[in-house]
């Protein structure tokens, strides 16, 4: 099920712009094209998040329908995360945005250069 903002879209862009956007979300999303991951894997890939961003972040994806938490009732308690239906209709994307990530690394000269916005 979908929750989304009471916000009114223009295009579908916005929409999708609205349910990704974020520094972490992108490569949650990433990750966990090639299987189900618990929070701690997740944590483990995402170096520099903390919990509590995580959590916020994968509420809010599972809330957008781009993801699932499944719950195991067992002790202790188990929780993985995966993709939904709509959270696979982006996996092209994702391919697409990394490989173009890559390529543009490749092309700077240092690899730390800070952005500035224009």
């Known amino acids: 099920m979908m ?7 223009n295009c579908g862009l916005e929409l999708l712009s609205d349910m990704i956007t974020g520094k972490w979300k ?7 094209i090639s299987e189900k991951k618990r929070f701690s894997a997740l ?4 170096p520099g998040i ?10 809010e994806l599972e809330q957008s ?6 719950i195991y009732q067992q002790v202790p308690m188990k ?8 959270g696979y209709e982006l996996e092209a994307i994702l391919f697409q945005m990394c490989e173009i990530g890559t ?4 092309d700077i000269s240092e690899p730390n250069i800070a952005f500035q916005t224009i």
């Open 79 to 86: 929780v993985e995360y995966s993709l939904t239906s709509k």
């Open 3 to 9: 929750h989304l903002k009471e916000v009114t879209y």
């Open 103 to 106: 390529n543009y690394l490749e």
């Open 50 to 59: 903390t919990s509590k961003m995580l959590t916020k972040q994968l509420r």
């Open 26 to 32: 992108t490569l949650i999303l990433f990750y966990l």
């Open 43 to 46: 944590k483990s890939l995402l």
């Open 65 to 70: 329908g781009l993801i699932e938490r499944k």
